[in-house]
């Protein structure tokens, strides 16, 4: 077999891998077009979508809500067709590189076309190269490190998340202004600019990389289950004397990789408790920015668009990040074992606490009030508490619970929790919509649904998460060859 003209492993070294850089660059380049395009969707679909005679073509608030999260669900569900395709077929860079330039198509779709077809086009290519790359380019993350320098995951994957946030509060705060000022061309177009960078930085980066090979359909497969030849059916059918059918079942069942399949059903525990979480986290893109229209957004004597309060959301990361990780949890640690199930499970209380506070503004207005935007923020301040102790928890849970050849596929669950919350979200909004244009749920009672919905959530998983049983699995090193 030919030698690779790249890393198939990584490096045995202490310190962070070479490849690190071009990471961290990429990613925050493309969750600047991501976020950037995000959060001018809702106000986009209710103010400025247009029909094919160029005439406006405005969305109800229920109806931009349900779209909304039709389209996150869709780009947290993908990440199985790219799982595939990186684990089985192509690897996780050719995947990521090939539909990243997918993703520029989708954004310059917007930017062209304003139309309800140029919105489903353009959602439709964004969510395939964006749900696509997503467990390649967090699995990418976890195979630049072995055995050596596997206590600098955690580190990694907390700046791996900053430079998430450092792009999404860049974008949060640029693009309404963009849409506000100059319209959807511009504002839709300059985020298409930011993930041709990133297409070009990961491109950059290809010799520093580890490129762990795909396995192969048939050894894809394999990581499940290994068929057995008609003949060993045939042979267990003679000697058991029971039926083909049951014969070839049993043989089935004794073909399945028993910890591959233990560690999967393990993590599998985890994916109805965050769905929960994003489904109401994500609504900090929709519902709470609706919201902010009604408030008074004025601060430090600027007028604040309601899309621009969410980047309040990334620079609270930037700073709780660091907190959490080298003040918090070791203060913690001094009276109990923080643990990521606890972190966890930390987190859906948060974010009920944060939906208490969004529903009580509500009410507020409802009664004819106009609170201040303080209120709403200091519900971002638990909500990012909230996303803080369990997303980067599940994150890194996930990278590190799944089996070696299974990596990107696992980060699936991860990223399919986010799918189903977002599913759980349309359809509250798609159910609620009323003939005559009026809701069912409407006003705090809205906002008060989904706390109850997560009340129960919370108080399932502290019973559910004793059951989990898990294992750490790290890729193997090679030594380093002299330059």
Sequence with gaps: ???????????????????VPYIVGNEAAERFSYYGMNSILVIFMTQYLMNARGRPDHMTDAQADAWYHAFVSAVYFLPVLGAFLSDALLGKYLVILLLSVVYCFGHFTLAMNDTPLG?????????????????????????????????????MFNWFYFSINLGSAFSTLLIPELLDRVGPRIAFGVPGIAMLIATVVFWMGRRKFVHIPPAGFRAFLGQFFSLKKSVETKSATAATGCSKSAAWFKGFLAGFNRENLKALLNLLILVPFAAMFWA?????????????????????????????????????????????SYVIYPALERFVRVTPLRRFGAGLWAVIAAFLIVGWIQARIDAGQHPTILWQILAFVVLTAGEVMLSVTHLEFSYTQAPRKLKSLVMCMYLGSISLGNVFTAAVNFFIQNSDGSVKLSGASYYFFFVKVMLVTA???????????????????VEPQPA
């Excluded at 077999?1 to 490849?19: E, F, I, N, V």
Aim: proline residues 7%; contains cysteine; hydrophobic residues 45%.
């Design 459 to 477: 108080v399932l998983f502290v019973f559910v998460s004793r059951f989990y049983r898990g294992r750490t699995y790290i890729q193997d090193e």
């Design 119 to 155: 919105l489903a086009l353009g959602l439709g290519l964004i969510a395939l190269g964006a749900g696509g790359i997503k467990p390649c380019v967090s699995a990418n993350v976890g195979d630049q490190f072995g055995a050596t320098n596997q206590r600098l995951l955690p580190r």
């Design 280 to 324: 109401l986290w994500q609504q900090n893109f929709s519902s709470w920015v609706l919201q902010a229209e009604h408030m008074n957004r004025r601060l430090f004597g600027h007028d604040w668009l309601p899309n621009q309060i969410q980047t309040v959301n990334p620079i609270f990361i930037l700073l709780m990040l660091p907190l959490f």
């Design 1 to 19: 077999m030919a030698k690779s003209k790249y890393l198939t492993a990584p490096l045995k070294t202490d310190r962070m891998p070479p490849g």
